[in-house]
């Protein structure tokens, strides 16, 4: 059994370290940029035809969490070859399997997170606004120096634990051929015939990821609220 674990414990740090942490942090990355446009625009209170927008992003926030990300996979990356764009992608749109992946979990974070920013923001008291008026302040402006501020501790806690889930999500991956973890993992039980120790290996792995992260988390909680006031 050692045997087996010093031989394969490289090629899986290797296969997390190649692929399962760059598209778990360029996912998150990407995801967090949609959310925070998606929640912005949810929120706006603007009307006319910024409506038919708000309705857009509803429904795409509706789609990506009512649907398993394993059916998302699958559809961005086997399905998309099938949709024939007629003077665009007449022959489907193809992705590879990384770009396939990143799209979707992506999107999927996205959907997510946006709606934690979307509570955060309006957990804020409406009184934050008021005083950033009061200073001559426009609402973009209020907006970016003290109520995303504000929200971001906030929501701190909700999207460290969204990115912890999407390491482990990561995995699914390997269901669209990208060689991370888990697919190494099933590659080297196919050769060794031993899978009970190498996905409790590959669970291990996984658990030391997420816990750092977990520690880091709490790490980060604790310097955003340092200069929070406390009532006793």
């Known amino acids: 059994m050692w045997e087996i674990i010093k031989t394969a414990l490289p090629q899986l740090v290797v296969a997390g370290l ?13 995801g967090l940029a949609i959310a925070l446009i998606t929640a ?21 926030v509706w789609l990506f969490r009512s649907t398993p990300l394993l059916v ?25 399997p990384l770009t396939a992946g990143i799209i979707t979990f992506s999107l999927n974070t996205g959907a997510y997170c946006s709606e934690t920013i979307r509570a955060a923001i309006l957990s804020i008291p409406n009184g934050q606004w008021e005083a950033a008026y009061s200073l001559g302040m426009t609402k973009t402006k209020a907006l970016r120096r003290i109520i995303l501020p504000q929200a971001l501790r906030v929501s701190l806690p909700p999207l460290a634990n969204s990115f912890i889930s999407l390491v482990k999500d990561t995995s699914l991956a ?7 973890m888990f697919e190494v993992s099933q590659q080297i039980a196919a050769e060794n015939y031993q899978p009970l120790i190498m996905y ?7 658990a030391v990821a997420c816990t750092i992260l977990s520690w880091l988390q709490g790490y980060l909680e604790k310097i955003t609220s340092r200069y929070v006031m406390t009532s006793h």
């Open 18 to 30: 190649k692929y399962t942490i760059p598209i778990a942090l360029i996912s998150f990355a990407i």
């Open 40 to 60: 912005l625009i949810r929120i706006s209170t603007r009307g006319g035809f910024f409506k038919v927008i708000k309705v857009i992003f509803r429904f795409y």
């Open 72 to 96: 998302q996979l699958f559809i961005v990356y086997f399905g998309l070859p099938y949709l024939k764009i007629s003077g665009i992608a007449p022959g489907g749109i193809k992705l590879d």
């Open 174 to 180: 390997a269901s669209i051929t990208i060689v991370e």
């Open 200 to 206: 409790c290996l590959v669970a291990l792995l996984y």
